[in-house]
């Protein structure tokens, strides 16, 4: 397990080095920081995407590295969706409800087929996505901005991968359960914003 654990312990701190600045070519690398910013900038987005890792390494092989990787993808298409003004109404709600079933599912240590599991993380994933494109920055690159906010997701789930690890043993069990519950009350706390 100690040979899992160091190079996902590396490749977590890797992704939140800063990026060289040579050869950046004007509003570029603002553009790909504004992307990578915005996901970690907002508490309601972090614990969704750490809460994705977590679940995916409490469920072990294959979901560890299917749902951290399904989220991106579709949150990819969610952002396209942003990105060209399509209309999604709900998006805090299901943002909220996102970090709310998601730290549910830890919680509870739900296991679920595969498919369902990467359905539901891939539904939630769409408003996470519109979110970070329909707040595009004017003036920004939509490509590195998108770049951005896609590296910033895959580092989220790398720590909630890295988080999820310690599910081994009564107390590890017990500590990623109660992380599931601080997610969820965080969630119903974000869901008590959006409703109000």
């Known amino acids: 397990m100690a040979s899992v654990r160091v190079p996902l312990m590396f490749l977590t701190l890797l992704c939140f080095a800063h990026p060289a600045q040579a050869h950046v070519h004007k509003g570029e690398e603002l553009s790909f920081l504004s992307g990578f910013w915005h996901p970690i900038s907002g508490l309601d987005h972090v614990v969704a995407m750490i809460a994705v890792g977590m679940w995916g390494a409490q469920l072990g ?10 989220f991106p993808i579709v949150m990819a298409f969610g952002g396209m969706l942003g990105l060209l003004g399509v209309p999604l109404p709900g998006t805090e ?16 240590a739900w296991r679920p087929p595969l498919v369902l599991a990467a359905v539901l993380v891939g539904f939630f994933a769409i408003f996470h996505g519109y979110a970070h494109g329909h707040e595009l920055p004017a ?56 409703l109000a």
């Open 61 to 70: 092989p294959p979901a560890i590295w299917v749902l951290p990787v399904a």
């Open 93 to 108: 709600i299901g943002i909220a409800l996102s970090a709310l079933g998601l730290g549910a599912a830890v919680m509870t």
């Open 139 to 194: 003036g920004e690159n939509a490509l590195l901005y998108s770049l951005g906010f896609v590296m910033a997701t895959g580092c989220l789930h790398l720590v909630g991968i890295t988080i999820g690890l310690v599910n081994r043993g009564y107390w590890g069990q017990r500590g990623l359960r109660a992380g599931g519950a601080a997610i969820a009350a965080t969630g119903m706390f974000f869901l008590w914003k959006a």
